[in-house]
């Protein structure tokens, strides 16, 4: 598939401005609100700090992300679940970075045909919020869908 400049800057654009309108969806398994903000966008472009994803992929992304709330909001069944400590960022008069534990959540669905997976990343004390987007899984030699690299904070 050949993406023009023009073709990925309007997806881009029309993406971003849907998202920002944004605030939060109510998910049903989770019982609690779920915040769209700018570390969601942030990780549809970057696949790590000053690490751009791939634009093909950033495309894809982008293409799905309006399906994110409706994912969210209709989500009563868990797909995957991960639980770790890891180093994050937060503010305390400057940036610190501190070891917290972290939740992500998995949830999968089939809307207009395409298989997405979106995730939800929990900072224990914080509020949940949407961290990804993804349009497809992928299978293992034996045709077993694998629903996660491993890291979902870089998938």
């Known amino acids: 598939m050949k993406i023009t400049d023009q073709k990925f800057d309007i997806i881009k654009e029309k993406s971003e401005i849907e998202y920002k309108k944004i605030n939060s969806i109510y998910c049903p398994y989770l ?3 779920i915040i769209f903000n700018s570390k969601g ?3 549809i472009k970057f696949k790590g700090r000053n690490k ?8 894809i992304r982008f ?5 994110a709330s409706q994912i969210i909001r209709k989500s009563h069944t868990l ?9 994050v960022k937060i503010k305390k008069g400057k940036w610190e970075k501190i070891m917290k534990k972290v939740k992500y959540f998995e949830f999968i669905t089939i809307i207009n045909n395409i298989r ?21 899984w992928k299978t293992n030699v034996s045709g ?3 629903i996660h690299n491993g890291n979902p904070n870089e998938d």
């Open 41 to 43: 966008l942030e990780h």
């Open 63 to 67: 293409r799905c992300l309006p399906l």
């Open 116 to 136: 997405t997976r979106i995730i939800v990343k929990e900072i224990i004390g914080e509020k949940p919020y949407f961290l990804s987007i993804i349009p497809f």
């Open 31 to 33: 019982k609690d609100e």
């Open 144 to 146: 077993q869908k694998i």
């Open 79 to 87: 797909q995957g679940f991960q639980e770790r400590n890891e180093m």
């Open 52 to 59: 751009a994803r791939l634009r093909k992929d950033q495309y």
